[in-house]
């Protein structure tokens, strides 16, 4: 194409309109925000008025667990650690083990006193009836010295014998009585020695004793074995060193109970006017973003948090002030959680609060 000098000119459709087409676009277009913005103020309105009240929220809320403090039962020292810290076990396992040996010596003691009670017993059973022939011999005695005793109160009559000898058959008469009353005393002695036992067993005392004595060592060294008392998560293993004394009684590790997790939500007192046992709650974690949970209010606190701490405040002054109290609210866990539930982790706990309402 011949060039003919003259520049090349394009139009641009929008650049083409009017000033009379734009106005009647900018009118509606300011129409429409005027009418929106009341719109999206009402609607706000009515969602905070629909929604007022409703929720109880706080962020003062963390997971507890239940937390076992084992103690060994009897002291020692520890010979065997089964476990590390944050190991899950099992109801049953090994968590430490303390010398068995001087519980063994002592059960074998119990076992030789169990044996010299039973020897102690067959002898007071042998006594026994050695006493008893002593009563036989005693009352035989007795017969006879009553026959010639009898003999010579006749002959005394007469004037055939002496009066000593009617009083030595008088004394003979005394002396077999005596003995039959130390043999009487004896059998007595010797069958409370045997039969004292519980009337139930009919087992002798000495003998329910020492099995007593042997059931207490046996039980001794059976606990110088520690188990778990129940499932959960082994910690603060740091005191279990082989070769330290582990004292009876004295915590030697915590077992949390993994399977017991619930929320501790510390609401305030102004919170609790509609709350009640069973609302819904949806459950927030500071250290798992984005997840939400699904619980319960399980049970509402019998006192505020400062009622029941160590040092309780003290009203009864001049420099009184007063403090919104907080009141532990227990939050009951729904299901399972996708993540581990770790004794101390903060949350938001949200209760609807208009639910189960009369």
Same mark, same amino acid.
């Given at each position: 194409?011949?060039? +003919? ?20 676009? &900018? ?18 309105? *009515? ?9 109880? +929220? ?9 937390? #076992? ?22 109801? *049953? ?25 039973? #020897? ?25 010295? @009553?026959? =010639? ?7 005394? /009559? ?13 004394? @003979? ?20 020695? $045997? ?11 000495? $003998? /329910? !004793?020492?099995?007593?004595? &042997? ?14 008392? !129940? ?9 279990? /060193?082989?070769?330290? $004394? ?5 915590p030697?590790? +915590?077992?949390v ?5 619930? $929320? ?10 509609h ?8 459950? !927030? ?52 959680p ?8 903060s949350?938001?706990v +949200?209760?609807?609060?208009r =639910? *189960? &309402?009369?």
């Amino acid at each position: 194409m011949a060039d +003919s000098g003259e520049p090349l000119v394009f139009e641009d459709a929008a650049a083409a309109a009017t000033p009379e087409d734009v106005k009647p676009r &900018r009118r509606w277009m300011r129409l429409a925000l005027m009418l929106s913005v009341p719109l999206l103020i009402a609607a706000g309105a *009515g969602y905070m008025w629909l929604t007022s009240g409703r929720y109880a +929220s706080t962020d003062n809320a963390y997971v507890q667990q239940d937390v #076992v403090s084992v103690s060994p039962d009897v002291s020692g020292r520890l010979v065997d650690v089964k476990v590390r810290e944050n190991q899950r076990v099992k109801a *049953g396992d090994v968590l430490f083990v303390i010398d068995p040996e001087p519980y063994r010596i002592a059960l074998a003691q119990a076992e030789a006193a169990l044996a010299n009670a039973r #020897v102690q017993v067959s002898t007071m059973s042998t006594d026994m009836g050695g006493a008893a022939a002593d009563i036989a011999s005693a009352r035989a005695d007795i017969q006879l010295a @009553q026959a =010639s005793y009898d003999r010579q109160a006749a002959l005394m /009559q007469r004037g055939f014998t002496t009066r000593a000898s009617y009083d030595a058959a008088l004394q @003979q008469v005394a002396a077999a009585k005596a003995k039959l009353g130390t043999a009487q005393a004896d059998a007595a002695r010797a069958r409370a020695q $045997i039969g004292s036992g519980s009337a139930a067993s009919g087992t002798p005392a000495a $003998i /329910q !004793a020492a099995l007593a004595q &042997r059931a207490k060592a046996a039980l001794d060294l059976e606990r110088t074995v520690v188990r778990a008392p !129940a499932d959960g998560i082994v910690s603060q293993t740091s005191r279990l /060193q082989v070769g330290t $004394i582990a004292p009876s009684g004295v915590p030697a590790l +915590s077992l949390v109970i993994s399977d017991r997790a619930w $929320i501790e939500a510390n609401y305030k007192e102004t919170d609790l006017d509609h709350m009640a046992v069973g609302q819904p709650a949806e459950i !927030a974690f500071d250290a798992y973003p984005g997840l939400k949970i699904k619980g319960h209010v399980a049970s509402i606190g019998a006192g505020t948090g400062s009622e029941f701490s160590v040092l309780p405040a003290q009203n009864a002054n001049g420099n009184w002030v007063k403090v919104t109290q907080r009141v532990p609210v227990r939050i009951a866990i729904d299901g399972t959680p996708s993540r581990p539930m770790i004794a101390g982790l903060s949350a938001d706990v +949200s209760v609807d609060t208009r =639910s *189960g &309402r009369d």
